[in-house]
């Protein structure tokens, strides 16, 4: 009873203590803040719920279990930290992303590759991960390379379809101004086109941060030495680990949201003239 007390005042708190910055100017703390303070009280609710009706801690362990795992476990969780993201996921996202780059300028420079090649993009973005990771590992073996794979073929096509509707994004009126100052193709695009284009580019950078890790996981359910986020929850599941599976959640959530945090940053700094980075 205790427990389920200490759930509905932690709530109390929370909701009351967010009313109140609701209600304050904004600034740039408050903002911080009450995303801080929603998820402490949601971690306080949850462990008061989990001991107020003492739920099986196979079927949902408390915040407090899932820490003392995460504590004890910093090697195991590093090491698939490791496998996942560095060698899966960041190298399949800058294989990615690097080359949908490349080639949205061709299909830009190549009219007609516009009409055949993004047709069949829509395509294979809306083919489902999980029927073609279980293809790429048996293509690319059981290491990170098969992730790296499945990781391609995830962030090719929205980066592919984001950049070229970005450098079509300067109107038709300014590419006429450039030709009147006897601008080529090249020199319009350095100068003009992908300034332009940079609102767009970091949109399908930041939607290939969260593809990036969710399709290096997924992968590694179908295939992985014996390390790895996805081998490691797939296999605690079957041993009813869920501690340790909560614990790599975690490490996931943490390492995707810096990951979108890192590219957020890095768009601001560049595209810091555009009218939705303005204060």
């Not at 690097?98 to 809306?126: C, E, M, S, W, Y």
């Not at 992730?147 to 379809?161: E, I, S, W, Y």
């Not at 490490?251 to 810091?272: C, D, K, N, P, Q």
Request: charged content about 10%.
């Amino acid at each position: 009873m205790a427990w389920l007390v200490f759930a509905v005042a932690a709530w109390i708190a929370g909701y009351s203590f967010n009313v109140w910055l609701s209600r304050r100017p904004p600034s740039r703390w408050a903002s911080l803040a009450a995303p801080i303070v929603f998820g402490i009280t949601l971690i306080a609710v949850w462990e008061g719920v989990v001991r107020g009706f003492e739920i099986n801690q196979v079927l949902l362990p408390a915040p407090t279990v899932i820490a003392a795992r995460f504590v004890t476990s910093t090697e195991i969780l590093w090491v698939d930290f490791v496998q996942t993201v560095f060698k899966g996921a960041l190298s399949g996202y800058i294989i990615g992303c690097g080359a949908a780059f490349l080639i949205a300028i061709a299909v830009d420079r190549f009219p007609f590759l516009q009409r055949g090649l993004l047709p069949v993009g829509n395509f294979v973005a809306a083919l489902p991960v999980i029927g073609m990771a279980p293809i790429l590992v048996m293509w690319f073996g059981f290491d990170w390379q098969s992730k790296a794979a499945v990781v391609v073929v995830m962030v090719f096509f929205p980066m592919l379809v984001n950049t070229v509707q970005g450098l079509q994004a300067s109107d038709s009126m300014q590419r006429d101004l450039m030709r009147t100052y006897g601008a080529g193709y090249w020199r319009t695009l350095a100068k003009l086109r992908l300034p332009a284009a940079m609102p767009f580019i970091f949109n399908g950078l930041k939607i290939g941060t969260t593809l990036a890790l969710i399709g290096a996981i997924v992968a590694e359910f179908f295939g992985s030495p014996v390390r790895g986020m996805g081998f490691r929850i797939s296999t605690s599941i079957g041993q009813l680990a869920l501690d340790l599976v909560w614990a790599e959640i975690v490490v996931a959530a943490i390492a995707g949201s810096a990951f979108y945090g890192l590219m957020a940053m890095v768009e601001r700094t560049v595209t810091f003239w555009h009218p939705s980075q303005r204060k």
